[in-house]
């Protein structure tokens, strides 16, 4: 789905996972990207072969603290949060922050600039969900003061910063619920499910499964949820409702460890242990929404997502190691390139 109208873009966490793949999509449609990141748990490689290119700007900023943009911007869209448990509860306190503060920042820029705004929220809204598969209708089921809720709780906010603005008339808010996406650049020490089994598998280390692997989740490969993401930004008129966007088909953990123990040559075993407190049972997004309002659905199925994944990985981890990622600390300096 390409626009002819060129655009410039800003995309706060820009060099995280789906971020820089969002940057590559929006360059390639020849607009202007301005790529803002606190590298905090992102990558800077994950954006470095486009350091050189002319319509790339990379701004290292922290979007808790306010931001100013001295140009233009036609688009935000805000994918600036910690996205696995491991790295948003190692400092709970900001990745709420980066949620709440974080987005109203950027909520204040893309009404200054009168800029389309995109929140990048995510299925864990719904929390341990009641229902299934999830409609965005649902309410959910959340721990408000459980480990998990600097980040459930944090993304709900936000949700709710944007909506608030969407019906004051002072931003074009579009809010999306992201369920599981992989791909390519994913951390091999964020937490996520498929990495955490795919870096195990390739080092022939046990494959870890928490509780007795008979929880489901849903996978979405990374250039279905850019695709998804880009036409809700640019859909008009704004339906004004949250959207998932992610992969229906339904997989247990232990389905996924079996698929990929068939994928990659290993001496991997499989270990079990105990579930984390709060972790979701099963996780389904309904996608009918986007059906609808989007003329979206995923195309990638899994085993085609993974042997680009595991690829990836193999190809990677092979030709340096991974530095663990940082804690966190503000990082109110702005570098510029481009």
Known sequence: MRHETKKTILVAGGAGFIGSHLCDYLLAAGNRVICV???????????????????????RHD?????????????????????SPPLYQADPVHTMMTSVAGTGNLLQLAAHQGATFLQASTSEVYGDPQEHPQREDYWGHVNCTGPRACYDEGKRAAEALCFDRFRAGQVDARVVRIFNTYGPRMQPNDGRIISNLIVQALNGDPLTIYGKGEQTRSFCYISDLVDGLVRLMNIQPNAGLPINLGNPGEFT?????????GMIPTRSIVVYKPLPQDDPQRRRPDISRAKQLLRWEPKVPLVEGLAHTIAWFDATLVQKPFARAPNRRHCPTIVRSG
């Not at 905090?40 to 701004?59: A, G, W, Y």
């Not at 979007?63 to 996205?83: F, K, T």
Request: charged share 15%.
């Open 253 to 261: 953990i232990c389905e996924l460890a079996e698929m990929i123990l």
């Open 37 to 59: 990141d606190s590298l905090l748990t992102s990558s800077l490689r994950n954006v470095l072969p486009l350091q050189n290119h002319p319509n790339f700007v990379f701004i």
């Open 63 to 83: 979007v808790c603290d306010e931001i100013a943009i001295g140009e233009r911007v036609d688009q935000v869209y805000n994918l600036a949060c910690p996205a």
